[in-house]
């Protein structure tokens, strides 16, 4: 392989800010993006080369990347795997992640399945299609449970926490249509680990820790706050994911850490993942640069922490959907070890996600403190 | 100030590397560049959101840029002060630096003159507008000597060293208009600092060694191999410079340590320079988002080098202008704790700038050799 300029073409399905940093880390190494996104001037728009407007599962769309680009991938699971295996067959425009493993992905069901089948520890679950089976289902896994869409699913939409018998009608009634019921796992922490799969070879980068509320992600930290034992096994148990994935790309892989130590799955996203931005600052190699090589066929660079980092979300924090407009961002550039990272979303609406802040420095707790005060001055109120 | 989507646009006179390491430092800021350039797909426009095709110093041009922009800079030396002048004036686009500084540095007789009224160490140096005139200075300077075109030099073009009395008639006849000639300053080494002037207030990063040969750039690495007390001398030498400079933006400042420990201003450059592009990795802030910051009036960012950090530039190595075909790229990617930078140019030659590699590591002698011996296996020849 040689490098050349115009250089190699990643076509990429969903232009957000996943997009965004892809098209920031493709630069340095010469690779070119070109993004398919329903908005124009979307956020990854400032830094590909050009942006093909149109809808996530648009045919139309996606022949076009096909036909301008030299690989094919996706930012967002509302790309739809049977249009890109029809294009990748028409066009010879490879896709990473492989179709097959979208499509796998994208039912909650089947990728519990596949690597339950696999291997995989993940927490007890059974398929529901109706009241009446998601109660009887209850009666083994018992109260209070995770009821989930098999497909749709985003940033803790489609789940459904049932809490006692009373909830189950309701409950049922918010998924409309077909779900599966996951025990409630009692875990000590969220971890998440960020799985590369390049040609012929596998690494993983150091593991996260990731605190949500109201399912939305909120902070990061790495190391993750637990013992040497429990983030080597979470690394494990990633390595063995990858296994399963069919296709390059880097996979962000969200975990629990049991309350008696043991590490089960709780889901995958075949893309950059939220629980990865940190690499940015703290790694030699970001998650971005770590996918553009997996899919175009370069070799991994090295997942090392450079230091402990932390991130803090900034999230929408606003009851109407308006024009976006931060406040407190002077001081947060004053702030030293601190960097911004802004997706440039021209709307904002409550919990949205509209940016991050990082910071690295000598201790994982302190560095977390520190993201979340410095996150607290940020608002999008008046 | 508020952060927005569209954000702040930044008109960039010139669409080069540093234009393009300015494109990829400004989208996590929310800035979104507009770039001038003659060459249509310059290396700039991949991440910025547009380019204006014309001349560095067309009228025309950079009026569009002027209209279209909230600031003006420029990172290229061959912009018209006259110009800058003129379309701030006529759209109230404000820039910086400002034209009277880019006029002033353009001019390396005046700027000599200007730093030194200014109580800035600067070699010996005389005006001479004739090779009788050049032989008159080398009676009082001593030979050898810096023979150097007022204006229009750049990575050494314009500059000749006058050896010996023989030497002069062809010296002066090389160089083709106004001159200076300057002592040939016996120095230990070369630094360099990147000083930064934000909106009241200015910062240095840390000292830079920078190695040169056959008068281009070949390596840098920060800290400098020389004594605490030089390096502190270094970045006060550099702070008396910023005084003298009008305009916010970073400036490259070229300096000499001489054998006996003083520093000497060799040039300036009205900014991002060569010498600082290690701050990528190598520093919380790197010198282009801190350039972005302070043109646009945003608060500087922290200077602090996280660790010891080498570079090392990707130069043409070919006899002929040709397309650019790189090799070796795999097992530089291959390396743990080298990046790689890689600008976007479709056509090398001798010497041209292409890219470089940059590698934090503990300590400055290691890590510069490993970028040495990294470069090494990058070749454009077949």
């Known amino acids: 392989m040689k490098l050349r300029s115009p250089g190699v073409t990643v076509g990429v399905v969903g232009g957000g800010q996943l997009g965004r940093m892809l098209g920031e880390a493709g630069s340095p190494l010469g690779i070119e993006l070109l993004v398919s ?32 680009a030299d690989y094919l991938t996706f930012e967002i699971e509302l790309a739809d795997p049977d249009v890109l295996e029809a294009v990748e067959e028409e066009t010879g425009t490879p896709v990473h992640p492989r179709p ?22 993940v927490p007890a679950y059974e398929a529901v299609d109706s009241a009446a089976e998601l109660r009887e289902a209850l009666d083994d896994l018992g109260y209070p449970a995770m009821l989930k869409a098999r497909e749709g699913g985003y940033d803790g939409r489609g789940n459904v926490l049932v809490e006692s018998p009373e909830d189950v009608e309701t409950a049922f009634e918010a998924i409309q249509g077909p779900a599966m019921v996951e025990e409630f796992v009692d875990y000590d922490r969220e971890l998440a680990v960020i799985g590369c799969k390049g040609d012929g070879e596998t690494d993983t980068f150091p593991v996260t820790e990731t605190i949500h509320r109201e399912e939305i992600l909120r902070e990061t930290v790495s190391p993750a706050r637990t013992d040497g034992q429990t983030r080597e096994r979470a690394r494990e148990v990633a390595t063995e994911i990858l296994d399963v994935m069919a296709g390059r790309g880097v996979y962000g892989i969200e975990l629990f850490e049991r309350a008696d130590g043991e590490i089960l799955l709780n889901e995958i996203a075949p893309r950059p993942h939220n629980s990865g931005h940190w690499t940015i600052e703290g790694c030699h190699t970001s998650q971005f640069e770590q996918h553009l090589r997996a899919v175009t066929g370069l070799p991994l660079g090295a997942t090392d922490r450079r230091e402990p980092t932390a991130l803090a979300n900034i999230l929408g924090d606003v009851d109407t959907r308006q024009d976006a407009e931060l406040s407190g961002v002077e001081d947060v550039l004053r702030t030293d070890t601190v960097s ?27 560095v977390l403190s520190l993201v979340r005060e410095v996150r607290d001055w940020l608002t999008f109120r008046e």
């Open 37 to 68: 996104d329903p908005t124009p001037e979307c956020p990854a728009s400032l830094v590909a080369r050009d942006q093909v407007v149109g809808a996530f599962d648009d045919e139309e769309t996606i022949y076009e990347l096909g036909e301008r």
């Open 100 to 121: 097959e493993t979208l499509r796998m992905i994208q039912d909650k069901l089947v990728q519990k399945e596949r690597l339950s089948e696999a291997g995989i520890p």
């Open 340 to 366: 911004l990272h802004w997706y440039g979303k021209r709307e904002v609406y409550n919990l949205r996600k509209m940016g991050h802040i990082t910071s690295v420095g000598s201790e994982p707790d302190s």
